[in-house]
């Protein structure tokens, strides 16, 4: 690919937005109503991709880890806090939230430096950094909103585990582990379908740049490997600690039955 030009580079993405009129086309003549929420999503995504990508470069050429710790804070803090409304029901879901992204994220990523895989100069660590936090982030989120839809619904049927002597943990494991495997199928179904359906992104980014295509491959795989283990750590870990938030020290189920 030749030398990157920001200024062709800009016109060639004016020249793709053909692609943004004929959605906005689709969706006037089919009535879908959404031209309004598509032109701000498309001016947000613009505006947010462009300033990340004038900090990113701020970042990168200051090769600062406390600068790069404190991106890293700032996406976990975000993340958590997305996380944790999906939980409608949960008393004071932002901690357990926060806890369990940073849990999952911090252990794949640790490995994944211990073994080499993962450099850590910054312009390593925040974006496969926030692929992490991302992903745990809405695997936490998936299994949280499945975990109270889960309780709500068979709330009669916990309440009679408890009454024949079940503790919470026992009542409660059915739904948590639905929860668990509800929020990790996306994950597990793309693994699945590599090099079979599409190229992921990072093998895709790799190729493009040139990079050897089986060293590509082996990376992408890395990087799948440390999604799904910090997946199954974070969603183990939220509704492990979201239980406990459901039932009080006497066992007893805290949150109202569905209407």
């Known amino acids: ?58 970042i990168f050429s200051l090769d600062n880890y406390l600068i790069t710790i404190t991106v890293l804070v700032i996406m976990l803090t975000a993340g958590g806090y997305t996380s944790a409304k999906r939980a409608a029901g949960l008393p004071n879901p932002f901690p357990i939230t926060l806890a369990s992204i940073f849990t999952g994220a911090f252990v794949a990523l640790f490995v994944m430096i211990l073994t080499g895989m993962l450099p850590t100069e910054p312009v390593y660590l925040i974006p496969i950094g926030g692929m992490a936090i991302g992903n745990s982030m809405n695997n936490c989120s998936l299994a949280l909103e499945r975990l109270m839809s889960e ?12 009454s024949l002597g079940a503790d919470s943990n026992t009542a409660a494991a059915p739904y948590i582990n639905t929860s ?80």
């Open 180 to 259: 668990i495997r509800a929020a990790l199928i996306p994950t597990i179904d793309h693994m699945k379908n590599l090099g079979v359906i599409f190229i992921p992104g990072a093998m895709t980014g790799l190729l493009i740049a040139g990079a050897d295509p089986v060293w590509a491959a082996e990376w992408q795989i890395a990087i799948f490997f440390m999604i799904l283990s910090a997946g199954v750590i974070a969603t183990t870990m939220v509704t492990t600690l979201a239980r406990r938030q459901l039932f009080n020290s006497a066992h007893q189920l805290e949150v109202p039955p569905r209407q």
């Open 1 to 58: 690919m030749s030398e990157f030009d920001p200024v062709l580079g800009m016109w060639r993405l004016a020249l793709t937005s053909v692609l943004l009129v004929l959605v906005f086309a689709i969706s006037y003549l089919k009535r879908l109503g959404v031209e309004r929420e598509l032109a701000v999503a498309s001016l947000r995504g613009f505006s947010q991709l462009m300033l990340l990508s004038l900090l990113l470069a701020t």
């Open 151 to 162: 309780i709500r619904s068979n709330h009669l049927r916990i309440e009679a585990a408890l």
